[in-house]
DNA sequence: AATCGCCATGTTATACTATAACAAACCGAA
DNA sequence: TTCGGTTTGTTATAGTATAACATGGCGATT
């Protein structure tokens, strides 16, 4: 556990990266005595194999050729089981799917999407969830979700040449 | 302009907040030079009489039955125009589209979603962007876009019997 | 070890969301 | 009036997600 969260660093330890992600994500559905099955597992370890937001679609081809059928149910339902189990997250506006790096405890999520290098890495909302709280307690609303999903460019692709902070 | 913001209050006055969006809409066209036709200020009407977020093709049987084709390009080129003046916004977690309260000038948006009544209001994002701005420059993120949804329950359906704040 | 029931997976079909590509009509400026 | 760009019509297709039911495997209990 506790592991690095690698951020937009390009040249961390991928492997590292997901086999610890991995060993985690065993370890809690043995806690929690969930069965985290031969293909919950591949398509965890696709998703950090890949690290950055997967579609789901994009997951299919590498079931098929794992063996597993590759109807989109398989997927669909892999990772709705991920997700309940916080191993990973969905990014609604690019309709696809992360691994969580802190999957130990559920949490609000909240990312930071880069344009330049496709990467997304999951921050601390804490700050963002007070100043929502503060402006939805004037207004008597009651906070259930926060989807907070910011797209911009890292530090190493605003030094790319070509790319420009468009979304 | 200056409308107000009926928010969460469902006792405002829907036929003049419709008949004003509209009518700066119109304003706003004329000043910018852009042709808002009728098929983009009906759905644009059709948007504020709802006065809740809409899927795209939950608008299209009004195109039909105003004699205006209804084939899904004739609803979305309509909703990019709007976008693009500002008069809608797309809230990601929905695939829905809402009304603009104030389009006179572009800004961030963001939203909180009654999950009870399915209103959405937009907020004031200065808070919330503060907070991103934060975090994202201690990992020198350049911040392009903002995608800030929150869904929960609004004051009024808090106390309707049977609705909690499950997203 | 055998049984039972649940959970996971296979399979087919379909719903829902969005865009590509090209033709025809329109509209406004020159 | 003509021209050229914008808007709309039309057909087709891409992309995302779920419903519904059958089958199979696994594990707890006996
Ligand atoms: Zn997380
Ligand atoms: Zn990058
Ligand atoms: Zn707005
Ligand atoms: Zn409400």
Redesign the pocket.
Known sequence: MNREDPGFEANHNHDHCMESALSTAKDLCRER???L????ELVLKLIWENHQPM????LLPA?AAA???????????????LQEQGLVH?I?S????IGCPHPESPHRSGFLICSGCQRAVELDTAPVHRALSESASELGFKIAHETVEVVGLCADCQSQPGETADA
């Open positions: 005595k969930q069965r099955t031969p293909i919950r579609g789901a679609y994009e079931l063996g597993f059928n590759s109807a989109p149910p398989t997927i669909y339902r892999a990772l709705e089981f969905r609604a690019l309709n696809a799917f």
